[in-house]
């Protein structure tokens, strides 16, 4: 995949919104556009959750990626570019595992998330990703957090960093586009934190616990659980959306 000169502003609200309004507005962006800030004011997650951004040491960018995928493929776009991440943190000396669906940790701490959001035909790529946060700044934040500084002791500016991520993301997003999540189950399994283990899914208020056995041909992840049926069976749960967290943590 090619990606357009990123177009970078010092501060912006949320970098998807913006892609999100223009494309509502019906401004044609080309396939590849690439809209990158390292301060936002109104940076979201999934659900209700935040992205915190330091202003001038973090990155905050959003990718246009043009495709007619049916939506059970798009499901595991975010998986897509969460390995592409891992392939831009590796080069960067950092080995870093997936959360399902859409988060990036380095010893269970988070280093970037992503959020996808969809219109007919055009998916919205959200990175957020920690690069210059020191570990005061990472401590005020209520969960593990984690950067390239941090990992690396090294300062790098996001504008070096964004670079190297759209090289591996552009990898990434061309096998998923030619072979869907079957090209990158091998990867993702080897990359995915908490695969064997005892998990919970929260979905609002619904918590599913059992044992995080794979992931299906979407993308779906497969949770076993422990109680069995009256024959004795017991088979996957197909779970599609949620937050994954290790039992008992």
Not at 1 to 26: C, Y
Not at 61 to 73: H, N
Not at 123 to 134: C, D, E, Q, T, Y
Request: charged fraction near 20%.
């Amino acid at each position: 995949m090619k990606f357009d000169e990123p177009e970078w502003f010092e501060q912006l609200t949320s970098t998807n919104t913006i892609v999100l309004e223009r494309i509502d507005a019906g401004e044609r962006l080309p396939d590849g556009y690439v809209l990158a800030t390292t301060e936002q004011t109104a940076g979201r997650g999934r659900g209700t959750r935040h992205w915190h951004a330091e202003a001038g040491r973090d990155l905050c960018c959003s990718i246009l990626y043009r495709s007619d995928a049916p939506a059970r493929q798009l499901a595991s776009l975010a998986m897509a570019t969460a390995l592409g991440i891992v392939d831009a943190l590796h080069e960067c000396g950092i080995k870093a595992q997936t959360k399902w669906p859409n988060d990036v940790l380095v010893d269970g701490a988070k280093i970037a998330g992503i959020l996808c959001e969809l219109r007919p035909g055009v998916a919205v790529i959200g990175i957020g990703l920690n690069v210059s946060m020191s570990a005061t700044e990472a401590d005020r934040i209520d969960q593990p957090a984690t950067s390239i500084l941090i990992e690396t002791g090294t300062v790098q500016a996001p504008k070096d960093v964004l670079p190297i991520l759209l090289q591996a993301l552009s990898l990434r997003l061309d096998i998923w586009k030619q072979d869907g999540f079957a090209g990158l189950h091998s990867d993702w399994c080897r990359h995915s934190l908490a695969l064997g283990q005892d998990i919970t899914i929260d979905d609002g208020d619904t918590h599913q616990t059992g044992v995080l056995s794979g992931f299906g041909d979407a993308g779906q992840l497969l949770l076993q659980p422990h109680a069995r049926a009256k024959d004795g069976s017991s088979t996957a749960v197909e779970i599609w959306s949620g937050h994954l967290r290790l039992t008992n943590r």
